[in-house]
């Protein structure tokens, strides 16, 4: 059983930065591929990022590419994701997400969840 826990959310401004960290227990971590979703109020879950066990394969959302970066530090079973160039849009609950092996883009393949940390960008 992986365990998932968020940080890094709050209330920035339209054009800032964040970094979301997502710190596992319970598992091995090296053998997970792990991913950020996020979900606004009234919309349905989307895909943000993934990367692989190895991090060698990385997948984004076209909404956020070239603007968010997934990375992976295997030595502290962190996950993080840099947000520059933040949009109102990019408003929502982000959630990190873990499953065995190989990067996904859906989140009905993801086995554990995190609960979430909130991401707010004002206009």
């Known amino acids: 059983q992986v365990q998932l826990e968020e940080s890094g959310g709050g209330l920035v401004q339209a054009g800032g930065s964040l970094r979301l960290s997502c710190a596992a227990s319970?598992?091995?971590?090296?053998?997970?591929?792990m991913g950020w979703f996020r979900q606004a109020p009234e919309q349905e879950r989307e895909f943000v990022a993934a990367?692989?066990?190895?991090?060698?394969?990385?997948y984004y959302a076209d909404s956020v590419e070239g603007r968010f970066t997934i990375s992976r530090d295997d030595a502290e079973n962190t996950v993080y994701l840099q947000m520059n160039s933040l949009k109102p849009e990019d408003t929502a609950v982000y959630y990190c997400?873990?499953?065995?092996?190989?990067?996904?883009?859906?989140?009905?393949?993801?086995?554990?969840w995190g609960q979430g940390t909130q991401v707010t960008v004002s206009s």
């Open positions: 319970g598992g091995t971590f090296r053998n997970h591929a």
């Open positions: 990367t692989s066990w190895s991090g060698v394969t990385t």
């Open positions: 997400a873990a499953r065995l092996w190989a990067a996904r883009t859906v989140a009905d393949d993801f086995s554990w």
